[in-house]
């Protein structure tokens, strides 16, 4: 807004700062302005300052120097002038030529040095890896007791060490059905020698970590720490195993937990057909649960829990496993602790039996669960075809409509394809569960209740093309021959897979098998070994077990007579 004598300028709030200020107030004296306005600081006013009186004259701002060039044929820095900051425009000048780069003639002039491998003076370099490694042997100690102790020395900075204990849900009888599972839970509590709160304390100081498992032939107390503090863990572990004391409190709260425990398993009906697959299936020690029932977990009081461990954690029934430890150290830790364990006879192993059968769950569900499982002869000990089983179930795969493993998951297995065509059926997957003399091999399926009988039609018939020669491919079966040999070696990777798999060993085989053994009987296979193998597993008497709209499942004889061979 101009006026008589004077010139009015409103500057936007975006000019607050102080270079565009500045160069306005500069510009503003130039053309011989009186007054102008600045925004306020925080305000939306404008304050007039009056330039009529003896103000210092204001100085051009310094022109901002522009850092040299680093790059050939770059532009060269403007200089400043009298027009503006940035002096003279150059724009429309052609840039400078760029300087030439080093030819390959001007190398001879550079000073000559010694060649890139030459070692260096005063710099000592570790040796070379030799083209073959020796690997690590496991090196085992018993005890007079009958306790066994083995190790393999990995390198690197952490280890594991585990108690394994041939006691499982088979060993229970019908007044400690469920023990095992309570002790799993009762696990790392208060002992004779700490509380429950030492001893958690104790493992966050060094930084470790302690579980405990239960299956249905063995129970695991595990650990791992840094090297350094591996007896401690060691000494923790053991005298978790020898000095534990079941106050009654205690089993009472372990109590409540696993009443959740039950609850949440009835939420999951793979979980639930997998037990009713048992219980149907075998009869003896493996038809048990292995969880424990809520009828059960009154009677399994401290007293309980203290004489089933005194008559089965028996020094011939453990061993104790570690990898990434010295064995010497080992052996000196354990001896005092666990040499004075009784040397009582094994207890005697329950007797189980498959005989096959049919399980079913009616529940109020738009969809329905579906397992087909048949007996695996010789179980662990009856080693080639425990490997061809392990194949077998890498050549069927899994599928599903939704993909949890991350997509091209088993996209190559058979199963994988089933679920490809028939969009209705939700998941399909090969499972196996091998014990030391016996197993289960079966397929698993989900659907609606409108699709179950073509679901059981489709897995029937895949059971029967695997068993019959020519309906497998020369690549389908190295595919699965190759992914059953990586799975292996990618777990034993693990220094706690290392340990479990020594443990588990030792108590099933009496020695550790190397991992070359194993190895050189996946090579061994051929694709009459897997037709051989699936022929005789589906000439086992059928289990079949069912959760949801059960009514619509086929009956058992209408399913087993699909899988007579005639």
Known sequence: RAGKGAARVAISRRFCDCSSASWFRSTMLRVGARRFCLPKLGGYGARSIDTSSDYPPIPPPRPRPRPPSRFPGDRPNRPSGPSGPFGPSSRNQPPPPPEPILSLDAADQLPKGPPLNT?????????????YVQLAETEVTTFANGLTIASENIPGPTMSVGLFINCGSVY????????????ERMAYKSTKNRTQFRLLREVEAIGGNVMASASREQMAYTGDAIKTYMPHIAELIMDNVRNAIFYQWEVNEQAARIQRDINEVAKSPQSLL???????????????????????????????LSKFIHEHYTAPCMVLAASGVDHKELV??????LSDLPEEELPPVPESSYVGGDWRRRVDSPI?????????????????????????????????????????????SRLYRISNEHPEVQSITAFNNIYNDTGIFGIYGVTGSGYIGRMIDLVCLEFQAIATPGNVSDIEFYRAKTSSKAAVLMNLESRAMVTEDIGRQILTYGHRKPVQEFIDGLNKLTLEDIHAIAEKVIATPLTLGSWGDVARVPKYDIVAARFRMK
């Open 332 to 337: 000196s830790v354990v001896e005092p602790v």
């Open 368 to 412: 329905t669960h579906v397992g087909i499982a048949f007996e695996v002869c010789g179980g662990w000990r009856g080693e080639h075809d425990a490997i061809a089983l392990s194949v077998l179930q890498n050549l069927l795969g899994s599928g599903g409509q939704s993909s949890t493993g991350g997509p091209g998951k088993d996209v190559h």
């Open 119 to 131: 070692p260096l003076p005063g710099v000592n370099l570790p040796p070379p890896l030799p083209d």
């Open 274 to 304: 997998l037990e009713g697959l048992h219980s149907a299936g075998f009869s003896g020690g493996l038809s048990q649960p292995l969880l424990a029932t809520e009828s059960a977990l009154p009677k399994l009081t401290g007293e309980v």
């Open 172 to 183: 229970e009888l019908p007044a400690t059905l469920g023990a095992c599972h309570v002790l």
